[in-house]
């Protein structure tokens, strides 16, 4: 937790540097029980790490969302992606540095190109489709992010999670993510074990 650069440790801009990176490994992996691959839908799991990070400015918790705007996203609204995946669609070359972008929700139809059996089921959000704006390869599991405004100032809140997208990256196709809201009763059933 708390990477930034990968061939940094610790990740320094000027004078002022993060504290350490803090390698952890997982001690239990709960996939949900109605993942399907493929089609890759239910494509979610909670992972329980080994022991606690340190929190700190650079490694903080993000809010799972509650009220009902935070749970609910609407064709036009921009997500935030975050990832060090591929960089380069004709090599497997990975981004050193964490890469950030934003991408709009699309109609869920425009993500029913993944073959004649696909189609989005309500439990997931079709983004992107802008040139050379995309997750891809690598980026699987990363989190799909949203700013709301709260009583204690903005926070950021997940609402979704990297699924798949065309094999081809940043072609003007969308790729497909987990709705967290449709899973937080899942989530929290897992966490409170």
Known sequence: ??????????????????????????????????????????????????????????????????????KTLAEGDFITVAGWGKTNITTEERAHTLQVLSIPVVPPSQCDTFGKQFKVSETEVCAGAQKNKDACGGD?????MKVFDTYDGPKTYLVGVVSFGPTHCGIN???VYVSVPNFLDWILSVIIK
């Not at 699987?140 to 799909?144: E, L």
């Open 1 to 70: 937790m708390g990477e930034y650069d990968s061939r940094k440790d610790p990740d320094c801009d000027g004078d002022v540097c993060a504290p350490a990176v803090q390698d952890r490994e997982p001690r239990n992996i709960t996939v949900h029980p109605s993942f399907q691959s493929p089609p890759f839908h239910n494509d979610i799991a909670v992972i329980e790490l080994n022991e606690p990070v340190q929190l700190h400015d650079y490694v903080a918790p993000i809010c799972l969302p509650r009220t009902l705007e935070q």
């Open 140 to 144: 699987s599991g990363g989190p799909a």
């Open 173 to 175: 196709k969308p790729g």
